[in-house]
């Protein structure tokens, strides 16, 4: 494919089309689309980064407010991407609470929080031979159980 050609501006006002790129050759020009390709991006996970955090503060809330429901939750890369790592369970027998690093369970990317509930049992209940489901109550930004075990 033979090389875009850009033409000077018609109106006389080469600063114009200068400033924009269009007199300074295709260098400029790929460098100019670059630079506002990776601005968009940045603004791009900006916004998607805040519509996951906001994901997990709803999530959290309705957990909060009336212990669910769990579904729908959000996906675990969500929770990660919104920076809200670690994932408070309850063992449904025992009450026993502990933190689960989520971010350290191997899942794949569309693995959903409430999914996890199935998943996760409590150490000392499985010592004793019982395998109770975990209650999942809320998403954290920080360990919510000292060391996070």
Partial sequence: ???????TPLSGRRSQGIDQGVGAGPGAVTTILAARSA?????GEDLIREAD???C?????RMWADGGPVDPSPS???AINADYPWLEIKCSRCKTPRAV???????VAT??????????RCQKCRKAGKRPAAELLQLWQRSPIGDGT
Wanted: proline content about 5%.
């Fill in 53 to 55: 955090d906001l994901l």
């Fill in 111 to 120: 693995a959903y929080v409430h999914d996890l509930a199935g998943r996760l």
């Fill in 57 to 61: 503060q709803s999530w959290n809330e």
């Fill in 39 to 43: 601005e968009k991006r940045a603004a």
């Fill in 1 to 7: 494919m033979a090389p875009k050609q850009h033409s």
């Fill in 76 to 78: 675990i890369d969500q």
């Fill in 101 to 107: 690093d989520l971010a350290a369970l191997p899942h």
